[in-house]
């Protein structure tokens, strides 16, 4: 089992910037992939960004890409994700959620591919 805790969220102007933390807690954190996804009022839960284990390899939403940034500290047992130059549309529940299996060299981008989800973080971009 394993625990995911997200912190971070807000109201910011568009334009502004947050960085959200999801920190885990149980089984061992640096061995398996890690994702957000997030969820907007009426819409389906959507990929945002993954990383593997080791960082070396991340994959992001079209959407976000060249605004988003996620990363992790295996140390730490924390993951980030830097989301900046923010957007009215990127108004959403954000997840953090683990891979179930482990080592993967590459990142999985869809649900159906994690096992383990945290409670959500609420973000809310003014425009």
């Known amino acids: 089992q394993v625990q995911l805790v997200e912190s971070g969220g807000g109201l910011v102007q568009a334009g502004g910037s947050l960085r959200l933390s999801c920190a885990a807690s149980?089984?061992?954190?640096?061995?398996?992939?890690m994702g957000w996804f997030r969820q907007a009022p009426g819409k389906d839960r959507e990929f945002v960004a993954a990383?593997?284990?080791?960082?070396?390899?991340?994959n992001y939403a079209d959407s976000v890409k060249g605004r988003f940034t996620i990363s992790r500290d295996n140390a730490k047992k924390i993951l980030y994700l830097q989301m900046n130059t923010l957007k009215p549309e990127d108004t959403a529940v954000y997840y953090c959620a683990a891979d179930h299996r482990q080592y993967r060299s590459y990142v999985v981008i869809t649900e159906y591919d994690y096992a383990f989800w945290g409670q959500g973080t609420q973000v809310t971009i003014s425009s």
């Open positions: 990383i593997n284990w080791s960082g070396g390899t991340t």
């Open positions: 149980g089984r061992t954190f640096d061995s398996y992939g």
